[in-house]
């Protein structure tokens, strides 16, 4: 009986006129965001920095000094021509950069130098959404910024089906799920728009990648893998097998 009212009430939401064409400034979010998380690198005697960039190396990136972190969006991240236009993903990217920044796990050392390392890749994905988006959202009115042209499509409503299910009804776990596979499709978008990939496999929450033979953190892992990870980390779970067996 919940999860068919949830699915009544998320079914409203995206037909309802006022979600239908959401609407929100980038920058402003940006700010937003800035806002939130420049605290706790205050408290490390870290300034942090974010920076819209009219190009750069790709939707986001980040870059630390001794004293100073940032994070580098490029406009291109604003972009409406996108699956999913929305701040839910824009913080899906956002929270990918910031956790290159925060996590303490799975780190690599030869992208500013051995005093400096970063998170790894898949490392990143996973602390995006067991920590980034759910402090985000644990802290954030209830604004579902969907776009109805994309998400009323049955294949996105089994997605957002099965997370009910996987999240036991947590509206945090479910919406930093959401959050990250808009980031993480607009990525994907960008890179084969820009001639970056070659070609477009479907990822799905539904169909999990296959097991790795050993750990392997410094590499990027495919989307599919990227998409597990994300998962996991929303469900606080263990990482996937696809890097982590």
Known sequence: MKKTFNIILFTFLLTSPIYAQPSFSPEQAVREFHKRFEPLFLQENTTFNMEVEEEGYGLAWVWRTKNNSWVFISRDAFSEKFPFPTKDALYGILCHEIAHLRSPYFQVYDVFGPDLPIASEPESDYFSTYSCLREVFAKTPEDWSVNA??????????????????????????????????????????????????????????????????????????????????????LRRSRPSCWHP
Not at 164 to 174: P, Y
């Open 149 to 234: 042209r994309f998400l009323e499509r049955e294949k996105l409503k089994k997605e957002y089906e099965f997370l009910l299910d996987a999240c036991e009804g947590d509206k945090v776990c479910v919406r930093s799920a959401l959050s990250a596979y808009q980031g993480l499709q607009n990525a994907r978008f960008y890179r084969l728009s820009s001639g970056r990939a070659d070609q477009s496999q479907e990822i799905s929450f539904l169909t999990p990648a296959d097991a790795a033979d050993s750990l392997d953190y410094k590499s990027r892992p495919s989307d599919q893998c990227r998409l597990d990870t994300l998962l996991a980390g929303s």
